[in-house]
């Protein structure tokens, strides 16, 4: 299997920040890396598929890059609807995998 | 706009069988170029991928529960379904179904809200 690895596992940050999620694969996923976002008991929601591209009705605060085993999810502003916690998730081998995801709390 | 909605019992005996069923709306199950997956989430962790199906049928599982998963689909109730039989207690998760889009590389890009599976005698 694919081992997804996100850093940090959390993150206190404060509205306006710009905040950086890293998602390091263990072996190549070329671009096949997607970002998901999930607030408490709620369903995960697709931000970013193939690695840069945004889903559509997301916010363009959000953007992602990378390649191969490493990859970034950024936000370019934070608004307060975006504390929740953020996985990646690789698409290229079953089986698909996500990581263990990253908590973004508010400072 | 695409809706999934999960239904089945809430509470499974060990050793039995978790059956659930994901019904589409706002869009054909038969559309080519969808697959269709349930995903499970255990309290506090990540997202497990269980499997997924085409619409002619075909799947493909997670190895690590291929032995006891099977997930089918039905067409003409544009429902798919899942049954995961010998459960235990490490099985107790929220599932959920999700649409795959294969000009997305494959993303989840629809989900389901979730159902809460316990096992427990």
């Known amino acids: 299997d694919i081992q997804m690895t996100q850093s940090p596992s959390s993150l206190s940050a404060s509205v306006g920040d710009r905040v950086t999620i890293t998602c390091r694969a263990s072996?190549?996923?070329?671009?096949?890396l997607n970002w998901y976002q999930q607030k408490p008991g709620k369903a995960p929601k697709l931000l970013i598929y193939g690695a840069s591209s945004l889903q559509s009705g997301v916010p363009s605060r959000f953007s992602g890059s990378g390649s191969g085993t490493d990859f970034t999810l950024t936000i370019s502003s934070l608004q307060p609807e975006d504390f929740a916690t953020y996985y990646c998730q690789q698409s290229i081998r079953n089986p698909y995998t996500f990581g263990q995801g990253t908590k973004l709390e508010i400072k | 706009q695409v809706q999934l909605q999960e239904s089945g019992p809430g509470l499974v005996k060990p050793s039995q069988t978790l059956s659930l069923t994901c019904s589409v709306s706002g869009g054909s199950i038969s559309s080519g170029s969808h697959y269709w997956s349930w995903i499970r989430q255990p309290a506090g962790k990540g997202p497990e991928w269980i499997g997924r199906?085409?619409?002619?049928?075909?799947?493909n599982y997670n190895p690590s529960l291929k032995s006891r998963v099977t997930i089918s689909i039905d067409t003409s109730k544009n429902q798919f379904s899942l049954r995961l039989s010998s459960v235990t207690a490490a099985d107790t998760a929220v599932y959920y179904c999700?649409?795959?889009?294969?000009?997305?590389?494959?993303?989840?890009?629809?989900w389901g809200q979730g159902s809460l599976v316990t096992v427990s005698s």
């Open positions: 999700a649409r795959v889009d294969s000009d997305m590389v494959m993303a989840f890009d629809y």
């Open positions: 072996q190549t996923t070329r671009t096949y």
């Open positions: 199906i085409y619409t002619g049928g075909s799947t």
